[in-house]
């Protein structure tokens, strides 16, 4: 018969994959923290000498468990004020090529277009290498449907995969140069930063001052920055630290009105297609805590 503390081993052994794949499941930390949580009740109540194959187990809970979740989560996201970014995840300081997987923020927005199920078969099988046997069996679908959902899915989230990881002393220097510009007003050095398509998208949940809508195009944004910097004071712009965000580069910083904001950068040969600019204090109270910020900075 199998310990207690046996039993703690053996989930502890797999939570960091549980709260990978929970989180990619919902794109919120604190959502797939509880669902792992739940997860943990579940192993706790069930007879774990009879299971045969943990982590299959524990995947095939945590999954479900996720798509709970998701329905009530997608209803919450129709009512959402301005554009939704998934809850900023703050990766270790490694090298893209070290990362554990490739889903960037892009592409955790490529799969909000998913359906649940399509959503869970990628990811199991592309992302977390699971057989479409127990892929099919954890969806309540036989092992052909559950391949089909991961190739519609794959067909979708094609475009949005990086085509080739950015170095990351490459990725600080771009994002450092880009808080600087906006931060100073440099419309020249802005433009040297950014691709002609480039797109910003800011995430306030109607807490705090956002746009609300998606903004495209490289003399759009400048027209932004530049008004921006015509209404508050650079000294208020204050920036924090360097790091990688859901496999981007990015930074985090203190904004006018001390507001803390994460910003995640898609950049491809070497110019910005992309800023996702995340505010609302809902999704960086773990943030704040990693950075020893005081609540009243969030």
Same mark, same amino acid.
């Given at each position: 018969?199998?310990?207690?503390?046996?039993?703690?081993?053996?989930?502890?052994?797999?939570?960091?994959?549980?709260?990978?794949?929970?989180?990619?499941?919902?794109?919120?930390?604190?959502?797939?923290?509880?669902?792992?949580?739940?997860?943990?009740?579940r192993?706790?109540?069930?007879?774990?000498?009879?299971?045969?194959?943990?982590?299959?187990?524990?995947?095939?809970t945590?999954?479900?468990?996720?798509?709970?979740?998701?329905?009530?989560?997608?209803?919450?996201r129709?009512?959402?004020?301005?554009?939704?970014?998934?809850?900023?995840?703050?990766?270790?300081?490694?090298?893209?090529?070290?990362?554990?997987?490739?889903?960037?923020?892009?592409?955790?927005?490529?799969?909000?277009?998913?359906?649940?199920?399509?959503?869970?078969?990628?990811?199991?099988?592309?992302?977390?290498?699971?057989?479409?046997?127990?892929?099919?069996?954890?969806?309540?679908?036989?092992?052909?449907?559950?391949?089909?959902?991961?190739?519609?899915?794959r067909?979708?989230?094609?475009?949005?995969?990086?085509?080739?990881?950015?170095?990351?002393?490459?990725? +600080? !220097?771009?994002? @450092?140069?880009?808080?600087?510009?906006? &931060?100073?007003? #440099?419309?020249?050095?802005?433009?040297? =930063?950014? %691709?002609?398509?480039?797109?910003?998208?800011?995430?306030?949940g109607?807490?705090?001052?956002?746009?609300?809508?998606?903004?495209?195009?490289? +003399? !759009?944004?400048l @027209?932004?920055?530049?008004?921006?910097? &015509?209404?508050? #004071?650079?000294?208020?712009?204050?920036? =924090?630290? %360097?790091?990688?965000?859901?496999?981007?580069?990015?930074?985090?910083?203190?904004?006018?009105?001390?507001?803390?904001?994460?910003?995640?950068?898609?950049?491809?040969?070497?110019?910005?297609?992309?800023?996702?600019?995340?505010?609302?204090?809902?999704?960086?109270?773990?943030?704040?805590?990693?950075?020893?910020?005081?609540?009243?900075?969030?």
């Open positions: 018969m199998q310990r207690p503390d046996e039993a703690v081993t053996v989930f502890e052994a797999h939570r960091p994959r549980l709260v990978r794949l929970a989180y990619r499941m919902l794109g919120s930390v604190a959502e797939a923290e509880d669902v792992v949580q739940n997860a943990w009740l192993w706790q109540g069930a007879d774990v000498d009879g299971v045969r194959e943990p982590a299959a187990w524990l995947t095939r945590v999954t479900r468990l996720s798509l709970d979740v998701l329905k009530s989560a997608r209803a919450r129709e009512t959402y004020v301005g554009a939704w970014l998934p809850e900023p995840l703050v990766e270790p300081e490694v090298d893209a090529a070290e990362a554990q997987d490739d889903l960037t923020l892009t592409l955790m927005l490529a799969l909000e277009r998913l359906s649940p199920l399509e959503r869970a078969a990628f990811l199991l099988h592309d992302v977390f290498g699971v057989g479409f046997d127990e892929v099919g069996s954890t969806l309540g679908r036989d092992p052909a449907a559950a391949r089909q959902l991961a190739a519609r899915a067909r979708h989230v094609q475009e949005a995969r990086p085509r080739y990881p950015v170095d990351r002393s490459e990725g +600080e !220097k771009i994002a @450092r140069a880009f808080f600087e510009a906006t &931060r100073s007003g #440099d419309v020249a050095a802005l433009r040297s =930063l950014l %691709a002609e398509g480039v797109t910003l998208q800011s995430d306030g109607g807490k705090v001052l956002a746009f609300l809508n998606p903004i495209t195009g490289v +003399e !759009k944004v @027209r932004l920055y530049a008004g921006l910097r &015509r209404k508050s #004071d650079p000294e208020g712009m204050v920036y =924090l630290r %360097a790091m990688r965000i859901d496999g981007l580069p990015g930074y985090a910083s203190i904004d006018r009105g001390q507001v803390l904001q994460t910003t995640a950068l898609d950049i491809q040969d070497g110019r910005i297609v992309g800023v996702y600019i995340t505010r609302n204090p809902d999704k960086l109270a773990h943030v704040a805590r990693e950075l020893g910020l005081p609540a009243a900075v969030h």
